[in-house]
């Protein structure tokens, strides 16, 4: 049974820094999408950051562009965020989520559709005040 359980959120400032994790169990593949997605109220998931473990393809939607890096550890299989320069914008609801081996995403644009992707974590709580 595959899991991904994020942590890591919390409450910063603006211009503040935060890191999330996401710890992957059970997924027995070695080659395969993951991605970072956010949810704010009242607003669609969207896309904010993916890589294709095994290899090095990376995506980030607009508005992570030049403030977050994904890495991936592949020795703990853990999924990481690291989100700079943060602002009040970003505060949402932030998930894990993987997709199922064999998919392709030829472009940012099929990475970044949250629909594309099976398994997903519970979430984690991002919330930047101004």
């Known amino acids: 049974q595959v899991q991904l359980v994020e942590s890591g959120g919390g409450s910063v400032q603006a211009g503040g820094s935060l890191g999330l994790s996401c710890a992957t169990s059970?997924?027995?593949?070695?080659?395969?999408?993951m991605g970072w997605f956010r949810q704010a109220p009242g607003k669609e998931r969207e896309g904010v950051a993916v890589?294709?473990?095994?290899?090095?393809?990376?995506y980030y939607g607009d508005s992570a562009k030049g403030r977050f890096t994904i890495s991936h550890d592949n020795a703990k299989n853990i999924l990481y965020l690291q989100m700079n320069s943060l602002k009040p914008e970003d505060t949402a609801m932030y998930y894990c989520?993987?997709?199922?081996?064999?998919?392709?995403?030829?472009?940012?644009?099929?990475?970044?559709?949250?629909?594309?992707?099976?398994?997903w974590g519970q979430g984690t709580q991002v919330t930047v005040s101004s």
């Open positions: 890589i294709y473990i095994g290899g090095s393809t990376l």
């Open positions: 989520a993987a997709a199922s081996p064999g998919v392709y995403f030829p472009d940012s644009t099929a990475a970044l559709k949250p629909y594309r992707y099976t398994y």
């Open positions: 059970g997924y027995p593949y070695r080659s395969y999408y």
